[in-house]
């Protein structure tokens, strides 16, 4: 299975990532989910574990300028 990582705007987003799901089990089978709050200028991913972790990266954009901040979720 080849894994789509979602979207992230930072160099080292992917790594990010990569390292999440390789301490978490590898993905899920649910995948990813995706949201944009504000059309272009706030959203958010999340990419899902197998141990039912999930890895949330909400990002905003003004102008040129770019923040991301990551977060583990735990299961619920």
Known sequence: MTLELPTVHSSDGGERVRQFLSHH???AAIGEREA???QGTR???EVYA???Y??????SKM???IEMQ????PPN
């Open 50 to 52: 197998a141990d039912g």
């Open 36 to 38: 944009e709050l504000e």
């Open 54 to 59: 999930a890895l949330r990266c909400e990002w």
């Open 43 to 45: 959203g958010w991913s």
């Open 63 to 65: 102008g040129e300028k």
């Open 25 to 27: 089990g590898g993905p």
């Open 70 to 73: 990551f977060r583990e979720i």
